[in-house]
């Protein structure tokens, strides 16, 4: 599913969560249990003290599954590293407001390549800071853990910045999608939902699950 709209509600679950000795029947599961993205985070060690994977398991998702990729790249050069990942089948491609990079040229070569741009930024990070760039994404990512390692809690300190990202974008007439990306289940999706996200990325809530169609359906119901 290409959510077209920031009134879409975009089920995302993460493949961090997922088994990664399965990662091709773990996507077909997620697809099954009926995800509309895949949100697959990529950690270099250095801009968060974690390493997760790079752009050739993104490839292999790309190429056994069909479904629409948002790649997060948590990695202090996704100028740098940009072509691998656009090229093994991204997407929608996100990049972070503090990483060292020249934002606005980065967010350019993204949409130049035919993927859509997003712009994340960590809960420390102040809401001004991704501002200047609105008009230049698809979707902004607002990080409700600090970000690097699956299982933490929910931070509601990060709700003011999502009620400012959907007034801005009311204001400036844009259509961005706000995603939420963190400690995200079903007593924590309402307040994210209800300050304005519409993309809802859940790792443990959906792919530890029980029962991973109902654990997406309740999250598609709130």
């Not at 990664?20 to 250095?46: C, K, N, P």
């Not at 949409?111 to 102040?126: F, I, K, S, V, Y």
Request: hydrophobic share 45%.
């Amino acid at each position: 599913m290409i959510a077209r709209t920031h009134r879409d509600r975009v089920i995302a679950p993460s493949l961090l969560a997922a088994d990664f000795g399965r990662i091709q029947e773990e996507t077909s599961r997620a697809i099954r249990a009926g995800a509309d993205w895949l949100h697959l985070d990529v950690m270099d060690g250095h801009f968060v003290d974690n390493i997760s994977f790079g752009p050739a398991v993104v490839q292999a998702v790309h190429e056994s599954n069909d479904i629409f990729l948002d790649v997060h790249l948590m990695i202090s050069r996704p100028d740098h590293y940009l072509p691998r990942f656009i090229a093994a089948g991204s997407d929608l491609i996100t990049v972070h407001v503090e990483a060292d990079h020249d934002v606005a040229e980065t967010l350019r070569r993204i949409r130049e390549a035919g993927c859509q741009a997003g712009l994340a930024l960590n809960p420390a990070t102040p809401i001004a800071d991704v501002e200047p760039y609105l008009d230049q994404i698809d979707l902004l990512l607002c990080m409700t853990v600090v970000p690097g390692f699956g299982g933490q809690p929910f931070m509601d300190e990060v709700l003011p910045k999502i009620q400012q990202a959907a007034q801005w974008r009311m204001e400036k007439g844009l259509n961005y999608h706000i995603e939420v990306d963190g400690g995200i289940g079903l007593a924590t999706a309402p307040k994210a939902i209800a300050a304005g996200a519409n993309v809802l990325v859940a790792g443990s809530s959906t792919f530890s699950a029980p029962d991973m169609a109902a654990a997406i359906q309740g999250l598609r119901g709130l």
